[in-house]
C-alpha cells in the first residue's frame, strides 16, 4: 500500500510539475498584462515537436537542436507579442478581446503544427535517459527527475527575478497599475514582452522534458492549456508561486483518483474543488495574500 501511493505521488508530482509551469507561466504574462494568454500551451507543444524536428528528422546534435527549439519558441512568443497583444492594447481594446486574439494565435499555432507533423503522435527523443533508476524502493528514471529538478529551478528563477531585482520591482508595477508604471519611466511595453519571452522559454523546455514521457502530438497544447489555467485558478491567478502550486495539487489529485479509483472522474473532481475553492476563497487558494501584498 505505501509503495503504490509512494509511486501515484511521484506520478503526480511529474504531472504535476508540468501543470505547475504552464500556470507559473500564464500568471507571469497575467501579473504583467492583466490578460490569460490561451496559447500558452501551444508552447509547450511547440517544444515537444521542435524537439522531433532538429533531433530526429535533422539529427542533430541535442545542444544545438536544444537551442533551435527554445528560438522557436521564442519566435512564436515574439510574434503573438507584436501580432497580437501590441496591436489590440495601442487599440485600447478590452482584455477580453485580446485573449479572444491569443486563443486566435494558438489556432493558427495548432494549424501550422499540423501542416508540418500531422496528426498522428511522434517519439520525442529524451534529453536525459529513460533507463529506469532505483531510489529507495522507488523506480524512475533520470528524464522524471529533471522535469521536477527544472520546475524547482525555474521557481527559485522567478522568485529571484520578480523580488531581489530592480527589473522584478518594474514588472510588478507595471502588474499594477501600467499607466502609472508609464509615467515612472518604465517601458511596460518592454515589461509585457519579456513575459511572453519568459513564459515561452518556461513552456518550451517544459515541453521538451515531458515529451519523451507522454509523446508529442500536435494537439496536446490545447489540454495543457486547460490544466494550466485550472492550476492558475485553483492556486491563484494573481500569484507564479500560487499558480504552480495549484498545479501540483492538480497533479497530485488526477494521480490519486486513477491509482484509487478510475481517472474517468479525476477532471469533474478538480472543476467541483476549483469551484468550492472560488465560493470560499474568490482570489484562489493562495491568491489572497498576494492580492494584498500587491
Request: glycine residues 12%; without cysteine; positive net charge.
Amino acid at each position: 500500500m505505501l509503495m503504490k501511493l509512494s509511486y501515484l505521488l511521484l506520478a503526480g508530482l511529474t504531472n504535476g510539475s508540468v501543470y505547475g509551469l504552464i500556470g507559473l507561466s500564464l500568471s507571469i504574462i497575467y501579473g504583467s498584462s492583466r490578460v490569460i494568454n490561451f496559447a500558452q500551451g501551444e508552447f509547450v507543444m511547440l517544444g515537444a515537436m521542435s524537439a522531433v524536428l532538429f533531433m530526429v528528422t535533422l539529427a542533430l546534435p541535442w545542444p544545438v537542436a536544444m537551442l533551435a527549439m527554445l528560438a522557436v519558441v521564442v519566435i512564436a512568443a515574439l510574434a503573438l507579442d507584436y501580432g497580437v497583444y501590441r496591436p489590440l492594447i495601442r487599440r485600447k481594446a478590452a482584455p477580453l478581446t485580446i485573449m479572444i486574439g491569443t486563443l486566435a494565435g494558438a489556432i493558427i499555432v495548432y494549424g501550422l503544427a499540423f501542416l508540418i507533423w500531422g496528426p498522428d503522435q511522434r517519439y520525442v527523443p529524451p534529453v536525459l535517459s529513460l533507463e529506469p533508476i532505483r531510489i529507495g524502493f522507488l523506480i524512475t528514471n533520470p528524464q522524471q527527475i529533471s522535469l521536477i529538478v527544472i520546475f524547482v529551478v525555474f521557481l527559485l528563477a522567478t522568485w529571484y527575478i520578480l523580488y531581489r531585482t530592480r527589473f522584478g520591482l518594474s514588472v510588478r508595477a507595471t502588474g499594477v497599475n501600467p499607466r502609472v508604471a508609464l509615467l515612472m519611466g518604465i517601458r511596460s511595453e518592454r515589461i509585457v514582452q519579456f513575459s511572453f519571452i519568459f513564459s515561452a522559454f518556461i513552456s518550451g523546455v517544459a515541453g521538451m522534458m515531458v515529451g519523451p514521457l507522454l509523446g508529442g502530438h500536435v494537439g496536446m497544447g490545447l489540454l495543457l492549456t486547460v490544466k494550466g489555467f485550472m492550476a492558475a485558478i485553483l492556486g491563484g491567478l494573481g500569484s507564479p508561486f500560487a499558480a504552480a502550486a495549484g498545479g501540483l495539487a492538480i497533479g497530485m489529485m488526477e494521480a490519486l483518483m486513477a491509482g484509487f479509483g478510475t481517472s474517468l472522474y479525476a477532471e469533474p473532481a478538480i472543476f467541483v474543488l476549483i469551484l468550492l475553492v472560488l465560493i470560499v476563497r474568490p482570489y484562489g487558494l493562495l491568491g489572497d495574500y498576494e492580492a494584498e501584498r500587491r
